[in-house]
């Protein structure tokens, strides 16, 4: 979406040639419940934000997982980041923001505790492509820590000033 002629644009770190270095998923080192929910979460930071915003809200989800599990898997929800960029491992580091169950959840039978934050990819099939949305609010949306995705879109009606998407691939594990 297109403000003043200057388009709001996610960049996401930690990509090489639109590939998500393996740290970030079930190739990595770092699981937050056993060998299950692969925990270190990418930096990005969104430029072009309008005037106007009081907080960016995204979404790090996986379309290719439908014919797979039947659904589109959530791996990371998060809203009221008042800042336009967030540090590597920022999910698990914290701050000014709030983040929303994943769809381990279900998958993988946690907690919503456990399922909370970032939950990075693990295709089991095939290389999938992730979809990361970021959404610039007018302000802050009402919502406490493990919301569920359908939460946040009813909260951000509205709200949206402005959005952007970036796109990474990942591989499964070998």
């Known amino acids: 979406m297109a403000i003043l002629g200057k388009p709001m644009e996610i960049v996401m770190f930690g990509l090489e040639n639109g590939v998500l ?4 998923g079930g190739k990595g080192a770092e699981f937050r419940v056993g060998d299950d929910m692969p ?6 930071r969104v430029d072009g934000v309008p005037p106007g915003t009081a907080c960016l809200a995204g979404v790090f989800d996986d379309p290719d997982a439908i014919p797979v599990g039947g659904f589109n898997w959530i791996h990371w929800t998060f809203a009221n980041l008042k800042d ?5 491992d920022g999910s698990r580091a914290g701050g000014d923001f709030v983040q929303g169950v994943t769809s381990w959840y279900l998958g993988a039978d946690l907690t919503r505790e456990q399922a909370t934050g970032y939950g990075g990819p693990d295709p089991p099939d095939r290389e999938h492509e992730y979809r990361f949305r970021v959404f610039a609010l007018s302000e802050p949306l009402d919502l406490e820590e493990g919301f569920f995705l359908n ?7 509205g709200k949206v ?3 952007a998407t970036a796109y990474a691939r990942y591989s499964p594990r070998v």
């Open 161 to 163: 000033l402005a959005h």
């Open 84 to 88: 336009h960029f967030m540090g590597e």
């Open 21 to 24: 270095e393996d740290r970030f």
């Open 151 to 157: 939460e946040m879109l009813r909260e951000m009606r």
């Open 39 to 44: 925990s270190r979460s990418f930096a990005f």
